[in-house]
T-cell receptor, first 115, second 110 residues
Framework: GAVVSQHPSWVICKSGTSVKIECRSLDFQATTMFWYRQFPKQSLMLMATSNEGSKATYEQGVEKDKFLINHASLTLSTLTVTSAHPEDSSFYIC???????????FGDGTRLSIL | GQQVMQIPQYQHVQEGEDFTTYCNSSTTLSNIQWYKQRPGGHPVFLIQLVKSGEVKKQKRLTFQFGEAKKNSSLHITATQTTDVGTYFCAGSAGGFKTIFGAGTRLFVKA
């Protein structure tokens, strides 16, 4: 089945640090990748949608300068949390989709803790 | 904008009891997907429904897509402790975006 690898699994860092999270589709080409944020016991909150080679589309309320998304190839998307603060602590999950109408395949998620 | 409502928010059942979660969309959907997220894990795709009135089964799980393609349900027969987790529906009205429901957390007591 389709595999999506997300790295790192967890990060603990100081306030003000920038953190990069990678999302790779291992056995398929992902024309679209999604980045979600999930708070404990809550649903998935879509942050942005990225298509290979184009700028990401951010959801309302998500700061694009804060959460930089790059989808440079059909198998890799990155999310960089710039100048992270404690309120950015959360579980971030990426998903990848081969084409429109197809299901999303999720990475294992990254647990980010900002001290 | 498009909204996907899912109920109940959580449900506690005794092992062996049945369980159903319901999903309703504010707009007609082109397809609906169901995912399961185990505690501490990531969502895993279960199934996709596309046709009006479609019913699909996976062992003890039965998925339905309403005639108007605006609602869906997931029914689990005779729950087991391995069914524990959060079940999400996700609807697409066409285009790139898929909207996830809030999820239903299932607790199964042995």
């Amino acid at each position: 089945g389709a595999v999506v690898s997300q790295h790192p699994s967890w990060v603990i860092c100081k306030s003000g640090t920038s953190v990069k999270i990678e999302c790779r589709s291992l056995d398929f080409q992902a024309t679209t990748m999604f980045w979600y944020r999930q708070f404990p016991k809550q649903s998935l909150m879509l942050m942005a949608t990225s298509n290979e080679g184009s700028k990401a589309t951010y959801e309302q309320g998500v700061e694009k300068d804060k959460f930089l998304i790059n989808h440079a190839s059909l198998t890799l998307s990155t999310l960089t949390v710039t100048s992270a603060h404690p309120e950015d602590s959360s579980f971030y999950i990426c998903s990848a989709r081969e084409e429109q109408g197809q299901p999303q395949h999720f990475g294992d998620g990254t647990r980010l803790s900002i001290l | 904008g498009q909204q996907v409502m899912q109920i109940p928010q959580y449900q506690h059942v005794q092992e062996g009891e049945d369980f159903t979660t319901y999903c309703n969309s504010s707009t007609t959907l082109s397809n609906i997907q169901w995912y399961k997220q185990r505690p501490g894990g990531h969502p895993v795709f279960l199934i996709q429904l596309v046709k009006s009135g479609e019913v699909k089964k996976q062992k003890r799980l039965t998925f339905q897509f309403g005639e108007a393609k605006k609602n869906s349900s997931l029914h689990i027969t005779a729950t087991q402790t391995t069914d524990v987790g959060t079940y999400f529906c996700a609807g697409s009205a066409g285009g790139f975006k898929t909207i996830f429901g809030a999820g239903t957390r299932l607790f199964v007591k042995a």
